[in-house]
């Protein structure tokens, strides 16, 4: 993922009011935090719901954000985790069934992009089955890419607690998508 | 990143995490969103006209722009809390109890903030608002009095609007229009209960609060007397919420400006999104009333099994009030201090 070089300033120019400087910062963590959603709740009108739900609480919580030398994606990511619980909380805890519907692609290569968008599929499927910690380092880790120092805060979990988890996690998942057929 | 040791097996599955397609937003929800939050920044809270300074950020939020984002609907249930005491008693409203102040924003299901604490006073809250919902109502046995105002048990339409419930001392009536820690409460021009209520009576008060900063009653009744949040503090109220700002120790909490001890150690930790409890009292500072606090605590890093376990939660009367699990079970510290 990438991170800008200079997002200590951006986020000192976003906490005075500066709309591009909140712009960029939305626009340069969105599809993280979306595909983070997506992978974690059934449909993508939730996804883009609260995806929302996590810039609009960025912009409200930016006077008050105090930079503690993370990068900034951490807070979104733990914004996002909270809302997902409280979703979670006032929806259950409904294994992901995801709903297949139109994404923005580059392919151009009609076979490719479905063979994509079954990848997806199988994937989101897959994951939402597992538990929710599972699913968050998962995400967290191998699909956004975060080191274990940024999860450790989104998690509120040691490194080692993590790295023991993520070996449990990704034999979960292999299971769960042995058990949706094809290779695992 | 690959600090770790995988099996083969593992590094496979890896590569096929790392690998898959990733999902963008379509090009309208992004612009809508772009959109929300700029807006958003530049119409921050709502103006005030209240004492509690800058409680409640009304921004209007570009609901058409995303209808699904935040429906909130919350259907309120009443119970006429016995009759306006003062009617009952053939006394004056200046003997009934003293108004305490007493106000408790989104009550808690913890023993120490219900033992004791029949009657909180102020409820609010502004979370959670994106998913929509209605609540059930139902009514429950009202304390009967020989003057009691009939039991009323109204509905407001499910809206986007904060659901709001007062309870406290009533400091002026204007024809319909109550006030009540400040608050301008539009009660129903025909509602019996202005027929009995008097300035000093104890009133609970559930609606919604409109862009203009004036709470829609839909419910409405006397409550016999207040009693303290606390009963080991001094505390009259009680508030349980997000943090939504932090200046020094002024904390803006659920909308409502909460002052913390400078050398309270919790200021160290907390942040912006933190979900915290707390108890205090409110002060008058100029022409803004601030929350002074007994005593906080951080419970919205409670982790079991990974996840944090507060929630906001519709009883079966129609109360929304947040929930924590393990709350009162050592909480976790926020050491990225981010919250949210």
Known sequence: ?184 | MMDDQFTPEELELIERLRAAPRPQLRSAVRDAIRQQIIHELRVPAAPVQRPFGNLLPLAPRMAAALAAVLAVGLLVLAIIQGANQSTATGGTPTTLPAPTNQVAVVPTETPELSAGSSTPTVSESRWPSSTPELASSMTEPTQATDTSTPPLMETVPATAETIIVVEGPVTDIVNNTLTIYGYQIEVEPQHPILAVIDIGDTVRVEGTLDSTGQVLASVIGNIPSTELVSGDTEATVSLDGPVEAIDDNLVTVNGIPVQIEPDDPILDTLEVGDFVSLQGNFEGTGSNIVLVVVNVTLVNNVIINGEPVCWYHVDAMGMGHWHCDGMGMGMGDDSMGMGE
């Open chain 1, 1 to 184: 993922m990438q991170q800008l070089p200079d997002e200590q300033e951006l986020v000192a120019r976003a906490r005075q009011g500066d709309e591009e400087a909140v712009a960029l910062l939305y626009e340069t963590h969105v599809d993280s935090i979306f595909a983070y959603l997506l992978y974690r709740v059934p449909s993508d009108s939730v996804a883009e719901d609260l995806t929302s739900e996590v810039f609009l609480r960025m912009v409200r919580g930016l006077p008050g954000f105090q930079d503690r030398g993370l990068p900034f994606r951490a807070w979104l990511f733990r914004v996002a985790a909270n809302l997902l619980t409280d979703h979670y909380r006032q929806h259950g805890k409904n294994p992901v069934a995801p709903v297949s519907e139109e994404h923005e692609s580059d392919d151009t290569d009609p076979f490719d992009t479905v063979a994509r968008e079954d990848e997806q599929f199988r994937l989101r499927l897959a994951i939402g089955k597992l538990p929710q910690d599972y699913q968050q380092l998962l995400l967290l880790r191998f699909v956004e890419g975060l080191p274990h120092t940024e999860i450790t805060q989104i998690m509120n979990k040691s490194a080692e607690a993590l790295r023991a988890m993520q070996h449990r996690a990704l034999k979960a998942l292999a299971e769960q998508l042995e058990s949706l057929g094809g290779a695992p």
